[in-house]
């Protein structure tokens, strides 16, 4: 848009040409979206991360809580959008950013997300979305079969059909999770004789009508923050989320889960559901689901697996092994935006019962008329996107095989990561990666041998200093801006249960290379050198020294 | 991406390549991204839905629940994209399509969309979206100012405070008023004494604690479906969600609303929140904003104004006296897919106390540490993406006099529209758009008449055709995919409170132009003549002579 010729004044004229798509691309929207293009492609090859300003600083650009007054040239803004944002954004693509759930995205999601944002459907309704709503339907029996492997006849029967889904589209694993206990609770609580059911009369009275005093989820400690956000938002409480204590892998402890269930019992709290976790946000392990079914079919409670991590592992022949059970479970979520490698805001859960969501069923006058295909009758959202067309492309043009490449990659990778750690004298591995996570943290060898051999106070006092090590060292290291770990506080089975600070590195993005991992622990190496660490380690050597001599 | 070139084989390299952004971006994702362009423009400027095939034919094309085994080729898979969905969706951005809360977009919500995309932040922490946490802080500060007007000093305390968030950006609407009701379900039920809050406590617990037998939220019967999905999701109970009549305007009758909260009072029920709507999803009305407040006041209940639609009105120096009392809110919903021209996917909630969100604070070991910034401490949703940037975009490029423009241009329309129905000797209008919403009714003048003076039976009689002749017109109308109203049941005053099928449109695409709502009236004149409607009319006619007589 060439500036002489126009004023960004809110006029009528002005803003009937925002509105319209140029007739000739080349001229204005092409010429910005070629040169945003550009920049966002140069943006992605040089850093990960800003590295000159911090966080407070670039506060500065967005302090005005004011809404401008009068338009600004599109050209003007998008040269603070280029300045002011896009250079001060995180490269969550980045091969050297391994510490958080986010990958290099298949370049054509770019394009495609384009269509769907240009066609601006919505998925609550058919009248907003037509096509979209047989394609989300097709992209949650897709996802249904991979998890439960049900067969023809029964997607045939059940993928259209107007008064049930197979699961629901959601902005994300947290809404998923959401959505199954709601389910769990809503289907717990049915309507029976005169009881008209939860939906309806409420929290309270659901318990007065089954004669219990409360509800419980059952989860392992490394259950994903959602279920505690669920269990308040539910009415159930925070308190009768049991998390459970983990086995030395991570994975919920069955005996103590039993004792769990027993205790909730003796208080007359019936459990509501118990969770499976396939893929655990910290350290990527799957919960023994296979006996996780077993108790839930022996209590008789909802199933639940949140495999929003761990799903995709189903497309590979030589690891789906590892989530076997998951086609026992009532309900499954699995994210989009993670290992199905589409852009933020996508998640999805199934449900093994195709009639189970009519548990939270809801119609409106306008639309989600009774007997109308309408997507937003099952949902918790109303108004969505149409993100679906995403999973379906990826689906489609990665197909099986390619996604299980991109899983067996992870895993691999993972492993030789974890055997980097283990040769490097500097390094402590402290989680066991089982799909494709793992935690380590600094810990020279000689610490580790001093460690075995110190007593319980002398250990606490060591890792109470390394945990101010690796903290700031995972600091240091975001700041540069080079590469990328996140960091965690973990209990580790070889310190007696103690909580220490750990980092970790999620291995799924396929451009992330030996090489690159090695570049990792090299930096690291590098910051544990700098002069604002020189302090920290100077006392934890004079601690090393005192603890040898005693 | 030359097929010859090619092969879509599950192999590494070639997942290399689709995980890799072209050099050159012209030859491969440039090709590709051009033609989509190309036809995405080429589609938005002919029809609005495909006219052809039914939903049950294009169920078809995605009946399918097998993942496909192998990779297909970006350049097979865009053209089934083109041909299957493009083609086979709804233009909702057409002028002619005034059905829905769908608009034409402002172009450069394409190339920033894309922008996002390609970034892939994820807002729920800093270390995954850096200079987007603040901006997200900005818009949320912006949108809350709108309302509030608070300060400079006010905004410079809060807008980056790291504990606090003064709102919420949800996925749109549906999540910003659930989180408005779970914040104030767990200030009412906050800690106290021994009571650890209904959050730790669940909700059976808060109610002995406050000792009532249960809470109830209050909005007219116009409110929005959503806050029956909060009432059942938060454990209340779609019984104590109180729909109050409304008045001859769709406004909530105060009135009746007393004597609602004076029956919960008997019940031992405590009013929980009273809802203000400004803009009704059916009829676009504001509730008396100001007399709510009072009232909300006087019984100590949360008062939340769901806004979703109607908030941008503030922009309008003309208009914004018809949301008064909206300063006073506990808490306000906007959605900025709606009538901020943002893409599908975005909505907000603000809350005049910047310590509300307190009451739903939640923290995690690797994320949303304590004193961290991460926005996800404070939302619903875990991983969003950047969605805030297109807000901030459209605030900046379009500015408030640009939005005063939009809002008064529609309101301006919607008053023209009236004013056509009015003067249409076949149509009736049914109710009277305050802000840019109407509904209306095939009704003959003939027939008004006689519906005047008709007896009750009568008078239900001849409506119970009317309403199949209505739902038929807007089928037809929908199927011929030229133009589009929507359709509801609304009680309309003028027939004692009688629900009648009404047809609904929505005037806030500023592409949409008197004479283009003169074509929706023809058409559906037309429509009525069609062979399809001449069993029902006559049967309308016969009615007619028979009370005419009689």
Not at 59 to 85: A, C, M, N, W
Not at 111 to 136: C, D
Not at 334 to 347: R, T
Request: net charge negative.
């Amino acid at each position: 848009m060439p500036r002489s010729k126009e004023t960004a004044r809110a006029t009528l004229e002005n803003l009937y040409r925002i509105f319209t798509v140029p007739e000739e691309p080349e001229s204005t929207l092409g010429t910005i979206d070629q040169a945003i293009s550009k920049d966002v492609a140069g943006f992605l090859q040089t850093h990960i991360v800003a590295l000159e300003r911090s966080l407070e600083e670039i506060e500065g650009d967005f302090s005005s809580s004011l809404i401008p007054e009068e338009p600004t040239f599109v050209s003007d803004y998008t040269g603070f959008v280029k300045e002011k944002l896009v250079a001060q954004s995180v490269h969550t693509a980045a091969p050297g950013f391994i510490g958080h759930m986010t990958s290099a995205l298949p370049y054509f999601m770019l394009p495609l997300s384009r269509i769907m944002t240009a066609l601006n459907q919505n998925t609550v309704k058919v009248e907003t979305s037509k096509a979209f709503t047989p394609l989300e339907r097709q992209v949650l029996a897709m996802l249904h079969r991979l998890v439960y492997r049900g067969d023809d006849a029964f997607y045939q029967q059940w993928i259209h059909d107007s008064r049930h889904a197979l699961g629901a589209f959601c902005s994300g694993g947290t809404i998923a999770n959401v959505t199954a206990l709601w389910v769990a609770r809503n289907r717990l609580f049915a309507p029976a004789g005169t009881f008209r059911g939860i939906g309806s009369e409420g929290l309270a009275r659901a318990l007065k009508h089954l004669d219990c005093e409360g509800v419980a989820v059952l989860v392992s400690k490394r259950g994903h923050y959602s279920f505690g956000k669920a269990a308040d938002l539910l009415g159930i409480g925070r308190d009768n989320l049991v998390m459970v204590e983990t086995d030395a892998r991570n994975r919920i402890d069955m005996t103590l889960l039993k004792a769990e269930i027993r205790r909730l019992r003796a208080e007359k709290i019936r459990p509501l559901a118990l969770i499976g976790i396939a893929g655990t946000t910290e350290t990527g392990n799957v919960d023994p689901l296979e006996a996780l079914a077993d108790l839930a079919g022996e209590i008789g409670c909802h199933f639940h697996v949140d495999a929003a991590w761990g799903g995709p592992t189903l497309f590979s022949e030589g690891h789906r092994h590892l989530l076997e059970g998951i086609d026992r479970a009532d309900s499954v979520t699995i994210d989009a935006h993670k290992q199905l490698y589409v852009p933020m805001g996508a998640g999805m859960v199934v449900f093994k019962d195709p009639t189970a969501l009519s548990a939270i069923e809801h119609h409106a006058n306008y639309i989600l008329r009774h007997g109308s295909k309408d997507l937003g009758s099952h949902t918790l959202e109303g108004s969505r996107p149409g993100k679906a067309m995403l999973v379906h492309a990826g689906l489609s043009i990665i197909g099986r095989k390619g996604y299980e490449l991109l899983i067996d990659l992870g895993i691999e990778r993972a492993g030789s990561f974890a055997a980097m750690i283990r040769l490097h004298p500097d390094f402590e591995l402290t989680s066991e990666p089982e799909l494709n996570i793992l935690t380590y943290r600094y810990c020279p060898r000689t610490l580790q041998e001093l460690l075995a051999r110190a007593t319980t106070v002398q250990r606490d006092r060591i890792n109470a200093l390394l945990d101010q090590v690796n903290q700031l060292l995972q600091k240091y290291q975001r700041e540069a801006g080079k590469t990328f770990v996140s960091r965690t506080r973990l209990r580790v089975s070889a310190y007696g249960l103690q909580e220490v600070t750990v980092l970790r590195a999620v291995l799924a993005n396929p451009l992330t290379t030996d090489e690159v991992l090695q570049a990792v622990l090299a930096e690291q190496c590098a910051i544990v050198q700098q002069p604002e660490m020189a302090a920290l380690l100077e006392h934890v050597e004079a601690l090393s020294k005192e603890i040898s001599s005693s």
